[in-house]
Nanobody, 124 residues
Framework: QVQLVESGGGLVQAGGSLRLSCAAS????????MGWFRQAPGKEREFVAA????????YYADSVKGRFTISRDNAKNTVYLQMNSLKPEDTAVYYC?????????????????WGQGTQVTVSS
């Protein structure tokens, strides 16, 4: 069992930055690939970024490539999402998720554990 707790969301102006954190319980964090997803009002949840378990390969949605960076610190059982050059269309609830899969990390159905989400609002 893995419990995930996101933090770092908030209100920011367009062009600003935020860093989301996701703290995981348990001693097997390094065994999981981690993903970030988001859900805007009235829309389906969508993939944002993922980082595989060792070796840590990273993957991004086209909409955030070059602006967002995912990273992990296995010693702290934490995954991060650094979000720069934020746009109003980035407004959503952001969720982190964990999976034992190594491939296909953009697929939501592969993830076994989910956090409760953190709200990110980008004003224009």
């Amino acid at each position: 069992q893995v419990q995930l707790v996101e933090s770092g969301g908030g209100l920011v102006q367009a062009g600003g930055s935020l860093r989301l954190s996701c703290a995981a319980s348990g001693r097997t964090f390094s065994s999981y690939s981690m993903g970030w997803f988001r859900q805007a009002p009235g829309k389906e949840r969508e993939f944002v970024a993922a980082i595989s378990r060792s070796p840590s390969s990273t993957y991004y949605a086209d909409s955030v490539k070059g602006r967002f960076t995912i990273s992990r610190d296995n010693a702290k059982n934490t995954v991060y999402l650094q979000m720069n050059s934020l746009k109003p269309e980035d407004t959503a609830v952001y969720y982190c998720a964990a999976t034992t899969s190594l491939y296909g990390l953009a697929r939501e159905r592969l993830y076994d554990y989910w956090g409760q989400g953190t709200q990110v609002t980008v004003s224009s």
